[in-house]
């Protein structure tokens, strides 16, 4: 069987006793095996990395950019290779995969620029003969741990920029779905980064533990679920590091009674049921304000779910594939006999859906509960799965009190013809990213991405200007160049403009 190993010092090894297998979601059959590795095989990438960081940091920022392009260049001829690696262990529909690798596409194409973004601030005669400036200079070696939904793109937020920035890095792919992470690993070794610059280790609690506390670790990106984002950021920030730790999230679309519906509830299909709604933005809340709304969008919505297309990914026609393991679908089905306990009212029942040809695998139809109300557990935490509640309310304040009042942040939209309103949601709500009739807010490539309250811990958010600023530290140098022969004498007092 096929073992897929970890990338150190440019050479793929696989000598670990661990292990963990692989299995294709539209089957449930045992496709190949991972790797798991142990302490002492992360500790090796982590040497991998640190003998690599003095010669690459001082590599001229435009190599580096050119790297990237030719990077760009390897992952679109390869788009097809990745996005079936990706299919067959994540599950999603290819055309999804595709959409998701080229966002990570154009997390490198923001990266080529990094000479310009790397440029310090100068401030010339800020005393006599006294120029000041700063530079951003890199940390050292860094490390990402991602998660299995986006198994291309968010380690693409992450090394490319990192490593343009003239540090050295170690990913740790989810040991979910390792292997296209691994493959685009090894094209950024074909475009040209030399060994030990980018180093992948695959592996479970073990690897991560050894990148939280080893020293020669200066910073950690994380981008999982919320009880393990809050770990990662306290262990790392304990041990010293620069930590930035993206969790989960609940996200609400607020829809007035003046929407659009038909092109809201369109939005709303794609938003809750794409990817089978195991994306950290979609949407598993609408909130409806007045009861005609809420009955006109879920007549809406149980129209085209009877028209939903579930079947396997590799096959483009079908718009939901399967869900990723059969614990997370198992886990996603005590969600819905929670919800039915609780109260709410389930509108389309997924369950028991089978696939012919794929009867062994993990699929699981779309479902809509309606009637949910704060409190049930349907509401207050993330299913992760394609489940979409729909809540029911008075007035815009109560919607937006019932969002502001959840432990989550990530993103919200709303959907409505009046702007004043809609500046008023976007204006006043907790949110990190907040969409206007856009029900998936992801911030393109040159903005930042990140949410609020327990979807992120740490400062900075993620790729964009703030990830320049969260993989490199601002140095500020100050330097004067007397006329000779000036003698000045000595000065106790603090150094100022008085
Ligand atoms: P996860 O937290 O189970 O795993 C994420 C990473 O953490 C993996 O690499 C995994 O190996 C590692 N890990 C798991 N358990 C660990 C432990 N006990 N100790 C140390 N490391 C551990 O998340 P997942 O199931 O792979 O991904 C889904 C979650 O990620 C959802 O909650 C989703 O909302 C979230 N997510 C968030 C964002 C965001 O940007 N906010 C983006 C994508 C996914």
């Not at 997390?107 to 601030?121: D, I």
């Not at 049930?376 to 919607?399: K, N, W």
Request: hydrophobic share 40%.
């Amino acid at each position: 069987m096929q073992t897929v190993g970890h990338l150190i010092n440019g050479k793929i090894v696989a000598t670990d006793q661990r292990h963990q297998d692989l299995v294709n979601p539209s089957t449930n059959e045992v496709t190949a095996r991972v790797a798991l590795a142990s302490k002492a095989t992360v500790e090796d990438a982590i040497s991998a990395a640190a003998a690599a960081y003095p010669a690459w940091r001082d590599v001229p920022p435009i190599k580096r950019a050119r790297i990237m392009f030719r990077l760009k260049d390897l992952l679109e001829q390869n788009a097809d290779k990745i996005c079936e690696l990706l299919t067959r262990e994540h599950g999603k529909v290819l055309n999804d995969a595709m959409g998701e690798l080229q966002r990570g596409i154009e997390n490198v194409e923001y990266t080529c620029g990094v000479p310009e973004l790397l440029k310090g601030e100068h401030s010339r005669n800020v005393g006599p003969a006294i120029d000041s400036w700063s530079e951003f200079q890199p940390l050292g070696v860094c490390a990402g741990i991602t998660p299995f939904n986006f198994p291309a793109m968010v380690p693409l937020w992450m090394w490319p920029m990192a490593i343009a920035c003239g540090n050295t890095f170690v990913l740790k792919p989810s040991e979910r779905d390792p292997s296209c992470a691994l493959f685009i690993a090894q094209l950024g070794m074909e475009a040209g980064i030399p060994p030990g610059v980018l180093n992948v280790v695959n592996g479970d609690k073990e690897a991560v533990d050894t990148l939280l506390t080893d020293k020669r670790v200066q910073a950690v990106s994380f981008v999982g679920s919320t009880p393990i984002a809050e770990y990662v950021y306290t262990t790392g920030t304990a041990s010293g590091k620069r930590v930035q730790s993206f969790g989960g999230a609940k996200n609400h679309a607020l829809v007035l009674p003046d929407a659009d519906l038909d092109n809201a509830a369109s939005a709303l299909m794609g938003a809750a049921y794409g990817s089978c709604g195991e994306r950290c933005m979609a949407i598993s809340v609408v909130v409806a304000v007045g009861d005609a709304t809420a009955d006109a969008l879920v007549e809406k919505l149980k129209a085209q779910i009877a028209e939903l297309k579930v079947g396997d990914g590799m096959d483009n026609n079908n718009d939901m594939g399967p869900m990723v393991t059969r614990a997370l679908k198992e886990k996603v089905e005590g969600y819905i006999a929670t919800g039915i306990e609780e109260g709410a009212e389930l509108a389309v029942d997924g369950r028991g859906l089978t696939v012919a040809g794929f009867e062994n695998g993990n699929y699981l139809g779309a479902c809509l509960f309606d009637r949910v109300k704060q409190g049930m557990v349907i509401h207050s935490e993330e299913i992760f799965g394609p489940v979409l509640c729909v809540m029911r309310v008075e007035t815009v304040q109560e919607g937006m009190d019932i969002i502001d009042a959840h432990e989550y942040g990530n993103g919200t939209c709303i959907f409505t013809r009046d702007g004043e309103a809609a500046r008023y949601f976007s204006d006043n709500i907790k949110i990190g990213m907040v969409g206007i009739n856009v029900p998936l807010p992801v911030p393109v490539a040159y903005q930042s991405f990140g949410g609020w309250k327990h979807s992120r811990f740490g400062d900075l958010h993620a790729y964009g200007p703030d990830s320049v600023r969260f993989y490199t530290v601002r140095k500020t140098m100050t330097q004067r160049w007397p006329a000779s022969g000036v003698r000045e004498g000595v000065q106790f007092s603090f150094p100022s403009h008085h």
